[in-house]
C-alpha cells in the first residue's frame, strides 16, 4: 500500500497506450490515482481507453498524435502541464516493428523506427525534464529482448531496441544527480497486437498471418500485458528508488537458454 500511496496525485504520460501493453500501463497506473495521458493514433480506441478509466474512478485525458511527428512530444507534454501542472512519469512505451529480409530493408524502415523507437523517446524525456526534474520523477522504456536477442530478419527492430537500452544508462547517468530515475523493461513474447503486426509482416496471406499470429499469442510463453504494467508501476512506485540505469528481462525466464 505505500508503493500505492506514493503515485497518488501524481501524472504520467504512457505513450502506445490506446491498446496491449501500453493500455495496461495506463489503466494500472489510473488505478492506483495517477493522472494518465493515455496516447495513440486511432481517437475512438483512445477515447474509449479514456472513458473506461474513468469509469472506473481514474481520472485520463486522450492526446492523439503520429510519433513521427517530431512535434509529438512537446504537444504530450504541454497536455499534461495545462491539465495537471505536472509530469511525474514518462512510460516510453509505444514502437514499430519491421520484420524483413536484409534485401527487402529500405532507409525509410530505419527511418520509421528510428524516429518511434528511439528519437521519440529521447525528446518525450527532454521536453519533460523540467517537471521530472522538479518532482524527482521516473521514466521507464518499455524496450524488447530483443535488445539482447537477434531473431530472424529482425537486425532493424533488435538493432534500435540494444540502441534504447544504451540510451537508457546513459540518461540515467546524465540525470541521476537531479533525482530523475531511468529503466528499461525488456519484455519476452506478450500477447498484444504488436505480435500480430509481425505476423503480418511475414506472411502476405492475412488470414494466415493472424492464424499463426493467435496461435503464437496462446503459447505458454507468451506473457499478459497486465503482467509487464505491474513492473512499470513498480519502477514508478517509491519502492524501486534505488533501481536506477537497469535493463530489466521481463520475460518469465523463456529467453534464459
Known sequence: MGNERNLQGKAAIVTGSTSGIGQAVAEKLASRGVRTVVHGRNREAGERTVQGIREAGGEAL???ADLLDP???DRLVEAAVNAWGRVDYVVNNAALVCNKPIEDVRHEDWDRLFQVNMKTPFFLVQRALPWLTEHKGAVVN???????VNKPNNVVYDAIKACLNHMTRGLALDLRDRGVRINTLMPG???TPLIDQWFHQ???DPAEAQRLAD??????FMGAPEQIADAVVYLCGGGSSWINGAVIPIDGGYNIG
Open 215 to 220: 496461435e503464437e499469442k496462446a503459447k505458454p
Open 202 to 204: 511475414m506472411y502476405a
Open 62 to 64: 486522450f492526446v492523439q
Open 71 to 73: 512535434s509529438a512530444p
Open 142 to 148: 518499455v524496450g524488447s529482448i530483443n535488445g539482447t
Open 189 to 191: 513474447g506478450v500477447a
